[in-house]
């Protein structure tokens, strides 16, 4: 069974970092995008980064560009998203993704195409 599980998200402080995790396991997903996606409440899920199987290329939201980095460790199959200065309007249900697709496509694709999703984790950053 596929299965992706996020781990990291918590209570903070706007201004402080937080890491993500994807943990993926039941198969291999060898040369698929893994990326993240965002889910503010009562809002529809939004595209924040994505990370090629390699890692050499990546894909970022303009609202996060400079403040989140998106990696793998592909000996772990784990994907991470580092969140730096966090803000207020960065408080969301963090969803992970993988994709057979380029990331470079994930933030116009329709959320349906993505093959598989995780289960999501709570940021919460108070101002």
């Known amino acids: 069974q596929v299965q992706l599980v996020e781990s990291g998200g918590g209570l903070v402080q706007a201004g402080d970092s937080l890491r993500l995790s994807c943990a993926a396991s039941?198969?291999?997903?060898?040369?698929?995008?893994m990326g993240w996606f965002r889910q503010p409440l009562g809002q529809d899920r939004a595209f924040v980064a994505a990370?090629?199987?390699?890692?050499?290329?990546?894909y970022y939201a303009d609202s996060v560009k400079g403040r989140f980095t998106v990696s793998r460790d592909n000996a772990r199959n784990t994907m991470y998203l580092q969140m730096n200065s966090l803000k207020a309007e960065d408080t969301a249900v963090y969803y992970c993704?993988?994709?057979?697709?380029?990331?470079?496509?994930?933030?116009?694709?329709?959320?349906?195409?993505?093959?598989?999703w995780g289960q999501g984790t709570l940021v919460t950053v108070t101002s």
């Open positions: 993704a993988a994709d057979s697709t380029s990331g470079s496509i994930w933030p116009a694709l329709p959320r349906r195409n993505l093959e598989v």
């Open positions: 039941g198969r291999t997903f060898r040369n698929w995008t």
């Open positions: 990370v090629s199987w390699s890692g050499t290329s990546t």
